[in-house]
């Protein structure tokens, strides 16, 4: 797949700000060829889970989110 997004849409998917798919209604992002290809990637990053109550950082994977 070729996906075409700017830097702040691509920190609202990683973020959990936006979806993907909101992002393509939007013509935020395009995505030529497979789309589930894309969202396959997107699932295999670590998103960051700041705890401000406890001051801690987790790393957890985003498909288990």
Do not use: N, P
């Not at 060829?33 to 295999?44: M, S, W």
């Amino acid at each position: 797949a070729t996906v075409t997004l700017t830097r702040a849409a691509f920190d609202a998917i990683v973020l959990g700000q936006a979806t993907v798919e909101s992002l393509r209604a939007d013509g935020a992002v395009t995505i030529e060829g497979d789309a589930a290809a894309f969202v396959d990637f997107l699932g295999l990053l670590d998103t960051l889970v700041i705890d401000y109550h406890r001051q801690e950082l987790h790393i957890k994977a985003m498909r288990d989110s």
